[in-house]
């Protein structure tokens, strides 16, 4: 064998090639023009099938999809494109309804509520993250970021650990990427904390947390209408030293969070 070409397959090549091509060869050799004529003008997109529904209807050619991959195939050619990359859907870290719209607390560090809200000027978005005690309504800590990311949760539950022994406090949050979060969870493992989350699109299964950030909008935002990301800051401290401090509610008997828990010995 020479070339690495069998005997047998040499012959047949000499003998194909001396003799006159065959009215389906010619025919093959015309429709292997007009793919590639398609096949370039396409960008080299389409494959065999689009290239077989174009034949079809611009050229009129009554042609089977097995017939044009033969010929593609013999040409070399395929489309070119990018292969999405296989996306892995993970459910995060979710926890069960622990809370299940039990709202009452007997003393501070007891239920905890968390969510996020957004904040307007202008065009920019800023996040919002706020930490509920039940008991006296307060809100321990607060966290206000540009970016929606898992930093801005955490950032909030460490400054609120700090203010009080949080070991079996039940933190309850939505489904939010942040909450489902490894980073999350660990941190609540670590601080010896109790994960509850709402269930799936159910607002109610946190309804103090969106009632508080309905009323501080309300109070804050659209009455003072903050113009720069720097005054939104300012507002936002304002109202939470002004809620927890001074603003009264009838269901603490009209004292503030932190007077009814003073009031309360707590």
Known sequence: MVAEVTRGGYYKWLKKKFQPMTDKEKEDEVLKSTILEIYKYTGATYGYPRIKDELRHEYKWKVNHKRVYRLMKEMDIQA??????????????????????????????????????????????????????????EIVDY???????????????????????VKGTLLHSDQGHQFTSFDYTESLQSLEMIKSMSRKANCWDNAPMESF?????????????????????????????????????KGLGSLAPIQFKQKMGA
């Open 80 to 137: 070119q494109i990018f292969k999405k990359k296989k996306q892995y859907k993970h459910e995060g870290q979710k926890a069960s309804n622990v809370l299940n719209r039990d709202f009452q607390a007997n003393a501070p560090f007891e239920k905890w509520l968390t969510d996020i809200t957004y904040l307007y000027v202008g065009r920019t978005r800023l996040y919002l993250c706020a930490i509920l005690d039940l008991y006296s309504n």
């Open 143 to 165: 966290n206000i970021s540009d970016k929606n990311d898992n930093e801005l949760v955490l950032e909030a539950v460490q400054r609120a650990a700090k203010k009080g022994d």
């Open 213 to 249: 950030f309905g009323r501080l909008k309300e109070e804050s935002i659209r009455i003072q209408k903050p113009r720069t990301i720097k005054e939104v800051y300012q507002l936002i401290d304002w109202y939470m030293d002004f809620y927890n401090h001074k603003r009264r509610q």
